[in-house]
Nanobody
Framework: QVQLGESGGGLVQPGGSLGLSCAAS????????MAWFRQAQGKEREFVAA????????YYADSVKGRFTISKDNAKNTIYLQMSSLKPEDTAVYYC????????????????????WGQGTQVTVSS
């Protein structure tokens, strides 16, 4: 199995910035797809961003494009999410997800294709 450890959540004012990290351990593979999803209270979990170990550009939800940046460190089996210009509507529990393969473009935004999930970290944007 793969374990995902998330960190970096917290309280931030609107317009502020926050960085999240997710480190994978256990039965990892050199080829992977990792993503961030978020779930606001009372709403369904939604895609935020995804990145692959190789083979293409990052993917972003329209709601965060231009404000959030996903990045990776393959040697550390870690991905990051740098969030800027945060809005109250960004408030949610943010989850890290992983699949031990390179998902095709049509699948990277789809929750059901990910095999492993972190415990989630709360991000609250409020004044």
């Amino acid at each position: 199995q793969v374990q995902l450890g998330e960190s970096g959540g917290g309280l931030v004012q609107p317009g502020g910035s926050l960085g999240l990290s997710c480190a994978a351990s256990g039965r990892t593979s050199s080829a992977y797809t990792m993503a961030w999803f978020r779930q606001a209270q009372g709403k369904e979990r939604e895609f935020v961003a995804a990145i692959r170990s190789s083979g293409g550009y990052p993917y972003y939800a329209d709601s965060v494009k231009g404000r959030f940046t996903i990045s990776k460190d393959n040697a550390k089996n870690t991905i990051y999410l740098q969030m800027s210009s945060l809005k109250p509507e960004d408030t949610a529990v943010y989850y890290c997800a992983r699949r031990n393969s390179l998902l095709i473009t049509s699948s990277v935004r789809t929750l059901r294709f990910y095999d492993y999930w972190g415990q989630g970290t709360q991000v609250t944007v409020s004044s």
